[in-house]
């Protein structure tokens, strides 16, 4: 993963946690959005944990008017376990989000209406999706890890 180059010519960039915190390793954007907010300090980056929802967060991230939205969820996309990807969330992979409310590619194209930004997905493939379960070891440490080499692409302003 080359994130240097994903972001870079993006001035303001907003990343989207999206997960559920008690279904196992669908909490994996939410543990990236939370260990993130401890790393970066830019007032051109905008980290949001959006849970489940994060149609809820649309107007925040259209307010902050960001050259990049990236975001940050569980995706199922037959991968091994704790791999990770980066996608369009337009593509094929925004429809395998099926934890969430709102389909991403729907979100997204909504967004563009709004904004005139690139969008991004960083998927990892869960294995643990259970009820009150806890993420899985390889979950959360590709989330730390992940989390880290985000903070470094997007600097400290």
Known sequence: MEFPKLLRGAKRVVVCGIGNEVRGDDAFGVIVAEK??????????????????????????????PDLVVFVDAV??????????????????GEAVSTHSLPLKILVGYLKTRLNAEFVLIGCQPAVLGLFQEPSEIIIERAKTLAESLAGALGSG
């Open 36 to 65: 993130l907010k401890e790393l970066v300090n830019n007032p051109n980056v905008l980290i949001l944990n959006c849970g489940e929802v994060p149609e809820s967060y649309t107007g925040k991230i259209t307010k902050f008017e």
């Open 76 to 93: 199922d996309f037959g991968g091994e376990h704790g791999e990770v990807i980066i996608a369009d969330p337009e593509g094929t992979l």
